[in-house]
Each structure stands twice: as C-alpha cells, then as structure tokens.
C-alpha cells in the first residue's frame, strides 16, 4: 500500500559538463521509466548522436527569443554562447496529473527553479575530482583544448554553488551514483506530508 | 568515494504498539550492522523471549528516578504505568564517533528529541490499518482484551503525532518497510551538509 502523492514531484538534476548526467539520466530512467524526463530547449547544435526531442529540443536563436518575449520558460539560461531553457507548461501538465519529472539544467536554472518551486529537489552530481573530469572531458574527443579549458573553469564556478543544492552525488561509479538518486526519490517520497492520507480515520 | 559525515546521524524510529517495529529494527540492523541501536532503559516486565540489554535495560523504578534526578536521560515518559528512558551519554558517544545511533521511543520521547537534536530523522512506523493492527495485537497472544483496547486507543492517539515525524513508512510488508528506511538512510547521507568535503579544492 504505498498511495501516491498527488502532485508530482519535481527533481532537477546538474553537473558540470563530462560529468555523466546524459548515461546517469539514461539508467535512472530505465529504472524508473514512471518519471517523465523534461527535454530542454536549446539553440546549440546537436552532437553527434543527439537527436531532436531526445536529448534536447533544438531550436533556431529567433525562435528562443519568441519563447522568452512569450513567457513560455519555467527558467533559461545562456551558456557558453548558447540559450537552454525549460518550458514550463510541458512540467505544469505532468506535476498536476502526478507524474514526477525530471529537468537536467544548469547551476543558473536551478536557482530560478529553486525560486518559484521551492519543494523542488536540486540533486548536484559531481566528479570525484576535478583530474577525473578533465580525463572524461578529453577522452569525449569532441571539444578542442580551448573548450575543455573553459569548461573546466565553468566546473569550478558551478561546484561553488553545490550548497544550493539538497543533494550532492558522486559519480564514482554510475550504478552506485543512479543507487543513490533512487534512494532520495524514494526517501522523499516516503515524507509525512506525502503520506498523509496513508492512515484512514485518523 | 563515500566520505563519512563527520558526525553521526540520531535516528528514531517510533510507531504504536503491534506494528512490527521490533521485527522492522532486526532487519534493518542485519542490513546496516554499522547502526547502533540504542537501547531504552524501562521500568515494565520484560516479556516472554526478552533479554536485559538487548530489547531493553530492564531497572527497577527506585534506579530510574534515580537517573531522573542525575539528568541522564536525553528523553524520558511514562507509558501504561511504565517508564521508558533514553540515555544520554551513551548516544553522545557513539554520535561523536561518527556512528548513526538508532532509537526505538514513543511520540513524546521523539517530541522531546526534536526539541534538543533538530537534525535528528523522525521517521513513524503505521500499520496498514486500524483493522490490521487490531489483528496483530490480537495475534500477540501477550495481553488481555483491555490492554489490547488501551493500546488500540493509544495507537490512535500517537498516530495523531504523525505530522510531526518527517517520514511515513508503512509496514505492510516488512522488507518493504526496511527497503524505504534504508532509501531514508541513504539519502541523508547524500545531503549536500554532510558531503562538502567530496570535491576538494573547491
């Protein structure tokens, strides 16, 4: 008997570039393909790989700006030259019909998310040190030396803001990293005052 | 990469009388041997199967009002005639070391530590049912019918306490409940408090 709660609930997930978000999302979903994992818009290309809709919603820059003088992003941010933003109607519609939902966005979007839904929960996955993260920035091979050095410096500023956070998880390992996102979600749900309807008559 | 928390982390477990809790903690010890469960000093009669320092430190009332007016206890009350106490300085001792400490107390004790430890885990044990835990009361075979209907009473008034507890585990089945206070564990842990000496140099 565990009833469900009834709105859903809204996980954000950050980390610095080469972190493992994309392969951490991708077995946190497979475990739980109940969460409804929000795609954000961006005016960055695609990599190799990526396709519209499943990794991101690529759009033109024009087009973003239409969105933003529209009001249509919970939060958007720029980063290294390129917008990211999340649309807020496609969240609003899976919360109210008790869905969780996944954001993957950035230290600056966090914070606006923080704002206006403060019962979010910020998980930050870090490294397990910063020479790791070089080592998986360089071995992707799809950034030249300038890049990585700059999201090397981009890492620093956003590991700053980790106490912003509730959470902070390791990507030592992914299967230990996902162990321990299931584990919150699960804890959270666990949380008296989502369980209040548990016990009839009391 | 699991650093531990510097302090140890105060858990208490409470939940009315027939609810499993006992069974509940054995489990969950088993998985976590690295617990401490703290053991209440009582004044009532050990039952059939209880052993002194293992479900309780069985004193007589002349020892525990003695503890009361050297201030030993971090929490103490009086439930069905009996006193039920939990001592201080054994729990500081462990919490120092870095170990979690486990307690097992009722809805005034677990009042009185949140008052004293605000980070303390508050998390309440309920039956499924009024209806199920009338059967398991009954199911006992230890008490008489107007124990049993006390106790009943009681279970509703403690169960009234819920909105003070931080977590809600239902024991339906009890692996499940175990399963859900070690998800509880485990994302205390990943707090962001407890984990900021993960990435040095930041």
Redesign the interface.
């Known amino acids: 008997?565990?009833p469900k709660k009834q709105r859903g609930q809204l996980i954000v997930l950050s980390g610095p570039s080469g972190v493992g978000k994309s392969t951490v999302i991708a077995e946190l979903l497979s475990d739980r393909p109940d969460i409804f994992f929000s795609v954000s818009f961006t005016t960055r290309q695609p990599r190799v790989g990526e396709a519209d809709g499943v990794n991101y919603r690529f759009v033109s820059k024009d087009i973003f700006q239409d969105m933003i003088a529209r009001d249509e992003f919970l939060e958007y941010a720029c980063y290294v030259d390129n917008f990211y933003g999340t649309s807020l109607k496609v969240i609003e519609e899976q919360l109210d019909a008790g869905i969780d939902v996944l954001l993957e966005i950035d230290v600056q979007g966090a914070a606006k998310v923080r704002e206006k839904c403060p019962d979010a929960l910020l998980i930050?996955i870090?490294?397990?040190?910063?020479e790791e993260l070089s080592r998986r920035l360089r071995g992707r091979h799809t950034d030249d030396e300038t890049v990585i050095k700059e999201r090397l410096q981009q890492a620093?500023e956003e590991?700053?803001q980790?106490?912003k956070?509730?959470?902070?998880?390791?990507n030592?390992k992914v299967s230990h990293a996902v162990?321990?996102i299931?584990?919150?979600l699960?804890?959270?749900s666990?949380?008296?005052?989502y369980?209040?309807n548990?016990?009839?008559?009391?």
């Open positions: 008997m565990t930050f870090s490294p397990p040190s910063f620093l590991c700053r980790i106490p956070y509730d959470f902070l998880v390791v030592d162990e321990e299931l584990a919150i699960t804890a959270e666990c949380r008296t005052k369980r209040m548990v016990m009839e008559g009391v």
